[in-house]
Nanobody, 126 residues
């Protein structure tokens, strides 16, 4: 198993940047592909970005492509989400999630990920 703890959320203005971190503990971090999801009030949880266990492949939702960057540091057991040019519609609770690297399925599907953090709030004001 792996335990996940997100940090770095906060209140920012439109156009600002923010970096989220997700620290993992437990079994070998490099055994897991990682994803970021978000959930706004009264909306379903949606895919934001994902990164393969090696960091060699990344995937993004169209809504954040070109603005957000996912990365990982396996030596630090941490995955990051750099968010630039933030918009009010990016306001949500952001969750990191983990799935074993040999899992099959779409990285954008929440059901692929058995492990989740508690979430961190990101609020973007106009």
């Amino acid at each position: 198993q792996v335990q996940l703890v997100e940090s770095g959320g906060g209140l920012v203005q439109a156009g600002d940047s923010l970096r989220l971190s997700c620290a993992a503990s437990g079994r070998s971090f490099s055994s897991y592909d990682m994803g970021w999801f978000r959930q706004a009030p009264a909306k379903e949880r949606e895919f934001v970005a994902a990164i393969r266990w090696s960091g060699g492949n990344t995937y993004y939702a169209d809504s954040v492509k070109g603005r957000f960057t996912i990365s990982r540091d396996n030596a630090k057991n941490t995955v990051y989400l750099q968010m630039n040019s933030l918009k009010p519609e990016d306001t949500a609770v952001y969750y990191c999630a983990a799935t074993y690297k040999y899992s099959s399925g779409s990285y954008s599907n929440t059901h692929l990920y058995p492990y989740w953090g508690q979430g961190t709030q990101v609020t973007v004001s106009t």
